[in-house]
């Protein structure tokens, strides 16, 4: 059995999102389970419903460890961190270390900053599941992560 109480989420995997007090709309963007590999993961959104770039917003992904989604999450959070117009750069720029609340203990994650907006993306692990988050117009060091147990509370875009 895992966290979830469905079937085919790997075994240990925990699903994470920012907590209750959220004052805005929590939605479920995509799930899955590979059977080949046993990966899981999930992306959930916190914001308005519509995307709105000025307006205070949160993307979370869990994924098992060792997920290549992971990787692809943290690809497609730095596109969206870029000012549109802008080049990506080659590689990861500097980032700075965060201390974020997850399932009620500090926990760091790895953090980078847009100076020409207020986007950010930060990455780290918690126990086995890897945490990607993004956002606008939100410090992440206010964010406070929960385990998620039931997908049903979210609405589906």
């Not at 098992?64 to 989604?69: F, I, K, L, T, V």
């Not at 549109?84 to 953090?111: D, N, Q, R």
């Not at 599941?129 to 589906?156: C, H, K, Q, W």
């Amino acid at each position: 059995m895992n966290d979830q109480g469905a079937p085919g989420w790997a075994e240990g995997f925990s699903i994470f999102a920012v907590d209750a007090e959220w004052p805005e709309s929590r939605q479920v963007t995509g799930h899955g389970y590979n059977r080949a590999t046993g990966d899981s993961h999930a992306y959930l959104w916190f914001g308005s419903p519509y995307f709105d770039p000025q307006v205070e917003h949160v993307t979370v992904f869990s994924g098992s460890s060792g997920n290549a989604e992971a990787g692809e999450a943290l690809e497609r959070a730095f596109e969206i961190y870029h000012h549109p117009g802008e080049e990506p750069p080659a590689g990861l720029p500097a980032s700075e270390s965060v201390t974020i609340t997850t399932a009620g203990k500090p926990a760091t994650f790895e953090l980078w900053r847009n100076s020409s907006n207020r986007s950010w993306v930060a990455r780290g692990c918690v126990e086995t599941t890897e945490v990607v988050l993004s956002g606008a117009e939100i410090e992440p060091s206010e964010l406070s992560l929960v385990r998620v147990s039931d997908l049903t509370s979210f609405s589906n875009l």
